[in-house]
């Protein structure tokens, strides 16, 4: 079938990318399902910082990709061997597939699935193959982003890489919980665990950094948001923060909490949460910085204070488990995840979008459909 999509064409584009304009946007082909893979037609696609990080090179990537890996859409057409789902259901679409049985899967969401982590940096879904093509005869193959490439009207992606949510949650909150919501949520719920009622920050409040605080504010904790931009922390404190405050601010006040989690994705702002863990506590990042950022830690303190730092990769996620924990938050008016969108926009406007993106002034861009 024929659809539209935003390929990248240069991993490492220099900004801005308005002008660089590293996406082209225009038709491709799309194959059918083959066995254990669904066509999505896709409602909404998040613009994340792992996005980001393959248009500026962070994260190098076999291109020209379809990118996107945020998203949330309709299933239209399901491949030989699907049986439980159909036509018309609602899926949130994730980007690490979970296979169920290789070592990864068997630690209950603390390391990644292996077969999904190797297809998704080989670039195809996770049998292996490629679905999309452009060009003269769709005679060029286009690489899938994280099994999902979401920044299309629609999309190919396995069975293991989508789960199902109740018809009354919109297409746009379900994409949120696709990466935003699973990541800053399970840093909270699988990686800090704070005890009831104890005290977290969070260091760095972008899309996934707010979901972080906002799924510790409904599990009932006192929060402290930490970020640079003012504009964010004024929104941290709407959403129920106890407190909201710079990084030299939080620092300065001599802040030391049980639980702290780092979503910049910097090594700055993981010293910073460093700094604000207390003695027998944990920090928990989950932010993607270069693969060039060092921080600096002071070893004897992390012995003499017994302290935790957690790596949670998609917040130590078993997606089929947490998101109908995160679906049931939000029907109780518990979790506003509304809030973490800031933008709505056409995929046309998607090299916009990651100057935005860069600039460090949104939340969640929303690619409607």
Not at 70 to 90: K, M, N, S
Not at 299 to 319: C, D, K, W
Not at 333 to 341: A, K, N
Request: aromatic share 2%; glycine share 14%; charged share 20%.
């Amino acid at each position: 079938m024929q659809i539209t999509g935003a390929v990248l064409e240069v991993s490492g584009a220099q900004p801005p990318f308005a002008a660089s304009r590293p996406f082209t946007v225009g038709p491709l082909t799309l194959e059918g399902p083959a066995a254990g893979e669904l066509l999505v037609r896709i409602e909404a696609a998040g613009v994340c910082h792992s996005d980001l990080s393959v248009v500026d090179g962070n994260r190098r990537r076999p291109v020209p990709m379809l990118l996107g890996h945020e998203a949330a859409g309709i299933v239209e057409q399901v491949g030989p061997g699907v049986g439980d789902l159909r036509p018309g259901v609602r899926v949130v679409v994730t980007f690490l597939p979970r296979c169920g049985s290789c070592a990864g899967c068997a630690t209950d969401g603390r390391l990644p699935c292996e077969i999904g982590t190797a297809a998704n940096t080989a670039g195809t879904l996770v049998g292996g193959g490629m679905r999309l093509r452009r060009g003269v005869d769709a005679g060029e193959p286009v690489f899938h982003h994280l099994g999902v490439s979401a920044f299309a009207t629609h999309a190919v992606v396995s069975r293991t890489s989508v789960v199902p949510v109740p018809p009354d949650v919109p297409g746009e909150i379900a994409a949120l919980l696709g990466c935003a919501v699973l990541t800053g949520g399970g840093a909270v719920l699988n990686a800090a665990r704070p005890a009831s009622g104890s005290a977290i920050a969070v260091v760095g409040l972008g899309g996934v950094g707010m979901a972080a605080l906002l799924v510790a504010v409904a599990l009932g904790l006192e929060v402290i948001g930490v970020d640079a931009v003012p504009d964010k922390l004024r929104i941290a404190r709407e959403l129920g923060a106890r407190d909201a405050l710079s990084p030299a601010d939080a620092v300065a006040r001599g802040i030391r909490v049980p639980a702290v989690v780092e979503a910049a994705g910097s090594a700055r702002a993981f010293e910073t949460a460093l700094a604000l863990t207390a003695p027998g506590g944990a920090t928990v990042t989950v932010g993607l910085p270069g693969p060039d950022a060092r921080a600096e830690v002071s070893p004897l303190q992390l012995t003499a204070e017994a302290r935790t730092v957690i790596g949670s990769y998609l917040g130590s996620a078993v997606p089929a488990r947490d998101i109908p924990r995160y679906v049931d938050l939000w029907r109780a008016g518990r979790l506003p995840l509304e809030r973490l969108v800031t933008s709505r926009i056409r995929l046309d406007e998607i090299d916009v979008a990651m100057d935005r993106l860069a600039a460090g002034g949104e939340l969640r861009q929303l690619i409607v459909f």
